[in-house]
């Protein structure tokens, strides 16, 4: 899965998107180094989780209104969702390793 192949969600499809299954949605911005260091990371997590799990992306810049609903105030954070509620976080740059547990853990 290429970083254009990630669903990309925005204000707009945001609860619709995240509202069933198991979807880990990285809150990120483009003038961040880390996340662009993660890019990569959540390609190959996403590969490994298959169908078990959804990755996706969230700009905080185009979507302010969202990353402050749930109040992200740093760059990146990983929220995961549960059938549309957030079960778990994770703030900063992270491994494949413990991203793909981070998310069997919520199973």
């Known amino acids: 899965m290429s970083e254009e192949q990630m669903l990309i969600l925005d204000d707009e499809n945001f609860y619709n998107k995240t509202g069933s299954g198991l979807i ?3 809150f990120y911005a483009n003038w961040c180094a880390p996340c662009k260091m993660l ?3 959540l390609e190959a997590a996403a590969a490994r989780l298959g169908s078990k799990a959804t990755i996706a992306k969230l700009d905080i810049d185009a979507s302010h ?6 109040q992200v105030t ?21 491994d494949e390793e413990a991203i793909v547990n981070f998310v069997l853990a919520a199973q």
């Open 74 to 94: 740093s760059v990146p954070t990983m929220i995961l969702f549960k059938d549309g509620k957030e079960v778990n976080r994770l703030v900063g740059l992270r």
């Open 39 to 41: 890019a990569p990371v």
């Open 24 to 26: 880990l949605v990285d």
């Open 65 to 70: 209104k969202i990353a402050g609903s749930f």
